[in-house]
């Protein structure tokens, strides 16, 4: 995996009295190994999410959901920030403004079209289109300049994706009158969340990941409060049972804190093709905890998609490895030729 050569910063003392972001030395590029542990644990955070949110979204109305643990997460993660003293970023446009658009792609148009684009189309034209997210952002950095094009990359995302329509049963998608809406949602929900992994790689290299997602989830809370507001002025709070409660603790805790700070951390260092490409390990984690919490078969027609999508993974993986030797190898023949 291609690590950042940026590194994050720290801020400093300017002569007005402001705060600015200066590189720090202190903090080191983390061993890949780890970036790649990262990646793999958003993935299973996320899979066991969605068994979780079928508990808690029988009970709250989905925007409502989506608004208030948003609203939970905000308050937790400033409360962690504060305490340990993070660096906050400058109070400036630089860094307010663009949060404000990151959190429109990351959050409020992110969640709320997925979330109503689910219940207007079915699950199996959900599942298959959500695999459009690391199409659209390989599409996206490549058109941006960002990442280079490279067959063997290509290669993995067409492996990788292939192995996904498998597991999610391509065959079962349906396109018609009834669901066009929610389609249409879903495909929206996937390039907004593309363009957040595109677009905002190189601010959040810039800035304190705590205060980052803290902020992206301010953001968020409001727009996604706004659109919830008509469920909000008719929800009545539900009987809090233990199952539901430790589904929602979950649901804030485990898939909306750690996925969004580990996304954000893994984004400052991995490639946002690479960050979008485990997305593909979705269904072959909800597939193992089906297994092993349900009792449900693991068919021939899963294990022939996990070798695809593994294959893709270390078919794009290896390409990032030898982008980046060939770049130390000629790095050293520079210095050599200096000498």
């Known amino acids: 995996m291609t690590l950042s050569q940026t590194s994050p910063s720290k801020q400093t003392q300017k002569s007005d009295g402001t705060l600015g972001q200066q590189p720090s030395a202190i903090f080191r590029s983390p061993a890949p190994w780890l970036v790649i542990a990262a990646l793999i644990l958003i993935q299973v955070l996320f899979g066991v999410n969605y068994v979780v949110s079928k508990v808690v979204v029988k009970e709250f109305p989905p925007l409502v959901w989506a608004s208030a643990r948003i609203a939970i997460s905000t308050l937790i993660m400033a409360s962690v920030a504060l305490i340990s003293k993070r660096p906050h970023p400058p109070w400036s446009r630089e860094f307010f403004v663009p949060m404000i658009g990151f959190a429109l792609l990351g959050t409020v148009i992110n969640q709320a079209s997925f979330l109503v684009g689910l219940h207007y189309t079915t699950s199996s034209n959900s599942a298959v289109l959500n695999t459009l997210i690391p199409v659209f952002t390989l599409l996206l950095v490549t058109v941006r300049g960002q990442e280079a094009f490279t067959p063997q990359r290509l290669l993995g995302f067409i492996f990788a994706f292939s192995g996904v329509l498998v597991i999610r049963k391509v065959e079962d998608i349906s396109f018609n009158n009834t669901t066009w809406i929610g389609d249409l949602l879903t495909i929206l929900n996937c390039f907004s969340y593309a363009m957040f992994l595109s677009f905002s790689k190189k601010f959040l290299q810039k800035y304190d990941p705590i205060w980052a997602t803290t902020w992206l989830f301010f953001y968020g809370t409001i727009?996604?409060?706004?659109?919830?507001?008509?469920?909000?002025?008719?929800?009545?709070?539900?009987?809090?049972?233990?199952?539901?409660?430790?589904?929602?603790v979950y649901a804030v805790v485990g898939a909306t804190l750690l996925t969004y700070f580990l996304s954000f951390w893994a984004l400052r260092y991995a490639k946002s093709s690479q960050v979008a490409l485990f997305i593909y390990l979705q269904p072959i984690i909800a597939t193992v905890i089906a297994w092993s919490w349900f009792g449900e078969a693991i068919t021939t027609r899963t294990l022939i998609s996990s070798a695809l999508i593994f294959c893709g993974l270390l078919f794009a993986l290896s390409d990032s490895v030898r982008q980046k030797a060939h770049a130390a190898h000629l790095e050293l023949a520079a210095m050599g030729s200096k000498s």
């Not at 727009?223 to 929602?248: I, N, Y």
Request: proline content about 8%; aromatic content about 12%.
């Open 223 to 248: 727009g996604l409060t706004l659109l919830a507001l008509p469920d909000w002025l008719h929800f009545q709070m539900p009987v809090m049972t233990t199952q539901l409660t430790w589904s929602a």
